[in-house]
């Protein structure tokens, strides 16, 4: 049963399916895309029509949600819920944060109705993060209680990806320590591996070979770590199906409840670029 007191929003960055936000009671404030001089809101556009531009060389920027978008958000949900949650994009790779919460501060407009979250994540990583928050909505209806559990959440969630092609993240400065100036070694493909840290995005290392082998691998030795079982967010640019056999080869998912398929969405993947793969899980408390 959906909480009726507490309501969670998030950036559309989350990269959790339609599907999935409405089952989980979430919505979404859009951020918005600029392609050839032309402003689009986030997921207005298939990903596979982002993919198909930035394999074309068009450049693609990103913007927070307008300042509307998050008090009409805000505005029609309160008349239905006594406070909202909003857990935004990590504050180090966006404004998103600081824009939502000069927002919601704004006494005049929602009164200590609105807590805005620094997930300190993105994408599959946010999404990780807003499933469990959802979560943790049944076990209390204590604010300060919440708010403690939501902090030790984000600091137990990891997030790890392949990227095919630093281009875009190098163009975008969403890439901390890129490791070769090329995607290619000779005729040999590289993949970059990635984690989040303190809400950054940093490469981990370089792999030889396909995206799928590399992310194949990194995402096993991750699930070596104490996880909590119930489920893990897994997502990618290219078409879902290309997460199967992934799936298949992986030995560490076995314990694992449930595999929450994501496509990444098209504001992530004009930074990513084509061919992104991630996972996201919780560690377990220690």
Do not use: C
């Not at 958000?73 to 949650?85: A, K, S, V």
């Not at 704004?106 to 109705?113: C, G, T, V, Y």
């Not at 996880?227 to 640019?237: L, P």
């Amino acid at each position: 049963m959906a909480n009726t007191k507490f309501k969670i929003t998030t950036d559309s960055a989350v990269d959790l399916s339609d599907k999935t936000l409405a089952k989980n009671n979430i919505e979404i404030a859009r951020l918005n895309l600029m392609i050839d001089g032309k402003s689009h809101q986030d997921r207005a556009i298939p990903v596979s029509e982002i993919v198909r531009l930035l394999n074309e060389g068009h450049i693609i920027q990103t913007s927070t949600p307008t300042p509307n978008e998050y008090n009409d958000l805000w505005g029609r949900l309160l008349d239905d819920y006594e406070h909202i949650f909003h857990f935004s994009m990590s504050s180090a790779k966006s404004s998103s944060f600081q824009l939502a919460s000069m927002l919601a501060n704004d006494e005049l407009i929602h009164p200590n109705r609105i807590t805005v979250i620094d997930s300190k994540h993105l994408a599959a990583g946010l999404g990780q993060v807003v499933l469990k928050a959802a979560g943790a909505l049944e076990e209390t209806n204590k604010i300060e209680e919440l708010i403690q559990k939501f902090n030790s959440l984000i600091e137990r969630t990891e997030m790890v990806g392949v990227l095919s092609t630093v281009k875009h993240a190098k163009e975008g400065g969403r890439l901390v320590k890129v490791m070769g100036a090329s995607d290619r070694i000779g005729l040999i493909k590289k993949a970059y591996l990635v984690q989040m840290e303190d809400g950054r995005l940093r490469n981990i290392g370089l792999g030889i070979g396909s995206a799928e082998k590399r992310a194949q691998k990194l995402f096993d030795k991750a699930l070596e770590d104490k996880i909590e079982n119930d489920f893990v967010v897994m997502g990618t640019n290219k078409p879902l199906h290309s997460l199967n056999p992934i799936i298949t080869g992986m030995t560490n998912l076995s314990e694992v409840f449930h595999v929450e398929k994501s496509e990444i969405g098209t504001a992530v993947s004009a930074h990513s670029g084509p061919g992104t793969f991630a996972l996201a899980y919780t560690r377990k408390k220690y």
